[in-house]
């Protein structure tokens, strides 16, 4: 059992010395910024956040906050799709992966090429 529990200790320290701790504060704070982007933008409740993030490059997920009575701009979820070079079967309404009606999960690069700096 001390091998095991000092194999764990060597990975936990490997992961967090991955990325730092102000790295992880600038995702998390583009991850409160995209939020209220995007609430000001479509007048609907969002959740987010960040996931991953022991490793640079985290995936960001905005999701609709109300059960699913709102959804995401089917216009923005195309654009989403384009960023990585997707082509959704349904143009109309776009179902793709982790990008769904009432949520979009993308990588914090793919979110910058989407909607810049904020």
């Known amino acids: 059992m001390t091998y095991l529990n000092t194999l764990i200790e ?3 320290d490997t992961l967090s010395e991955a990325v ?4 992880k504060a600038v995702y ?3 991850t409160k910024k995209l939020k209220a982007h995007l609430q000001r933008k479509w007048g609907i409740k969002l959740r987010a956040k960040t996931s991953g993030s ?4 985290p995936f960001i997920g905005i999701i609709v906050a109300n059960d699913r009575q709102d959804k995401i701009p089917n216009e923005f979820r195309l654009a ?3 960023v990585f070079g997707g082509r959704p079967l349904n143009p109309e309404n776009v179902v793709y992966g ?6 979009i999960t ?3 690069s793919e979110w910058l090429k989407l ?4």
């Open 20 to 23: 730092s701790k102000e790295e």
């Open 54 to 57: 022991v490793q640079a490059n």
């Open 106 to 108: 993308l990588k914090h």
């Open 115 to 118: 909607v810049g700096n904020l």
């Open 80 to 82: 989403a799709v384009g």
């Open 28 to 30: 998390t704070a583009f």
């Open 10 to 12: 060597s990975i936990r």
């Open 98 to 103: 982790n990008i769904q009606p009432d949520r």
